[in-house]
């Protein structure tokens, strides 16, 4: 499962120990699941539905202004509002919750129910707009992106502005929300977290690999969406710099990537290496977990926390990551991972945690301590509290949540 939804589904576990939770969710599919366990409330709309012609008329329309952010528009439809307006009306929720930028075009409808509203910002998406930049070639399609951006930042600081609460992944974050809006708002930092007890048989050898897989003590894996570009680079950089390298040393090491929409381009690089395993969709991260030895993730952009590496410290998998990777985690290099910023550097690292087995132990044993004091759903439920407190209009009845995607399995 991919960050957004892990974060998602670790709020709605802990909101519904508050009050009934209704969910309003985003998605390009219909999901498989027709229940969300505890929820009695819930409607996913597929943004992939074509929709009446009038619709699909405006929808190409708007493509054309060359100033508005696409995803912003194709989340939004009639339906969509017909259908938010009916659980609003009927759940009449004293909190919503916007996890989404993407979703700003629903606040009118949102804020003429006169609930409270908390904006869980866990990804500054101009930020992270702004990294992009650099892959812009053209002066035209700078031009265009710096349109968008701007009409990115006006959506961002209106939400800011309207909600009663703000919530980001880590102190980091909350400066920079700051210091890009220049505001007086004070966000509420509720870290990205994880249910450590659903990896305890991966920390205690329990989890069996998948039947397909050869067991192999000398085995990396990337975990992540690449349907979201910093993956897809972070992938290709193992790929073509780091594991041909490894392989000069380590001839029968393999590298795992997992998770869902791999491009056919990386599908076709893949092909060209023996030893690399391109996944796809799996129902279950945890097998592919167990039957790593070491986790890597060499991102150098993106925005968030990544839960990638809590699920590696609840594991009990050693972590080699860049810093940018372990951005909004409180992990010190040498203590709970291992962080390098170059190639020299990440090879290093895996020869080393290859040949010395204690530094592993070490590491991993720390890393679980944090991940179990800081970063469990335990530790985030207290915070989530402590939130809630500055609600105090809030009657903590019942909420609504919406968020941008769905658990593809519970």
């Not at 349109?147 to 703000?166: D, G, H």
């Not at 001839?251 to 990537?257: A, D, F, K, N, T």
């Not at 996944?279 to 097998?287: A, M, W, Y």
């Not at 407190?389 to 609504?400: A, Y």
């Amino acid at each position: 499962m991919a960050g957004s939804p892990l974060r998602n589904w670790q709020n709605i576990n802990i909101i519904k120990k508050y009050g009934e939770v209704a969910v309003f969710s985003f998605s390009g599919e219909n999901p498989q699941n027709k229940t969300i366990p505890g929820i009695n409330y819930w409607h996913n709309y597929n943004v992939n539905h074509r929709g009446n012609f009038s619709e699909k008329l405006a929808k190409k329309l708007l493509r054309l202004s060359p100033w508005r952010y696409p995803l912003f528009d194709e989340v939004y439809a009639k339906v969509a509002v017909k259908e938010l307006n009916k659980i609003m009306a009927n759940f009449q929720p004293d909190l919503v919750v916007i996890s989404q930028l993407t979703h700003c075009r629903y606040l009118p409808i949102i804020k003429s129910y006169k609930c409270q509203i908390i904006f869980d910002e866990h990804d500054i998406v101009a930020d992270v707009f702004k990294q992009n930049f650099r892959l812009l070639n053209s002066f035209k399609t700078q031009l265009q992106a710096k349109l968008q951006l701007m009409y990115i930042q006006s959506k961002e600081r209106n939400l800011l502005r309207k909600a009663n609460q703000v919530w980001v992944c880590s102190e980091q974050d909350s400066k920079l929300l700051q210091n890009l809006y220049r505001t007086e708002i004070k966000p509420h930092i509720i870290p990205n977290g994880i249910n450590i007890a659903e990896y305890e048989n991966v920390k205690n050898g329990k989890c069996s690999p998948p039947k397909e897989l050869k067991l192999n003590p000398q085995t990396l894996i990337f975990i992540g969406t690449y349907g979201y570009q910093p993956n897809i680079n972070a992938a290709n950089f193992l790929i073509d710099k780091i594991y041909p390298r490894l392989k000069n040393i380590y001839p029968e090491c393999q590298l795992l990537l997992v998770g869902k929409n791999p491009p056919k381009k990386l599908l076709q690089t893949v092909k060209k290496y023996s030893g690399i395993i391109c996944t796809g969709t799996v129902p279950d991260v945890k097998p592919y977990l167990a039957a790593s030895s070491i986790v890597v993730t060499p991102l150098f952009e993106g925005g968030g926390t990544r839960l990638k590496i809590l699920e590696a410290f609840a594991g009990g998998r050693p972590v080699i990551s860049t810093t940018k990777g372990v951005e909004g985690i409180d992990a010190k290099d040498g203590e709970h991972l291992l962080i390098r910023d170059n190639i020299e550097g990440i090879i290093s690292a895996i020869c080393q945690l290859w040949s010395d087995f204690s530094l592993g132990e070490k590491l991993t044993a720390a890393a679980y301590e944090l991940v179990r004091t800081e970063y469990s759903w335990i530790a985030v439920n207290l915070l989530i509290c402590s939130s809630f407190i500055f609600l105090s209009s809030c009657k903590l009845r019942s909420f609504s949540f919406d968020f941008g995607s769905i658990p593809a399995s519970k």
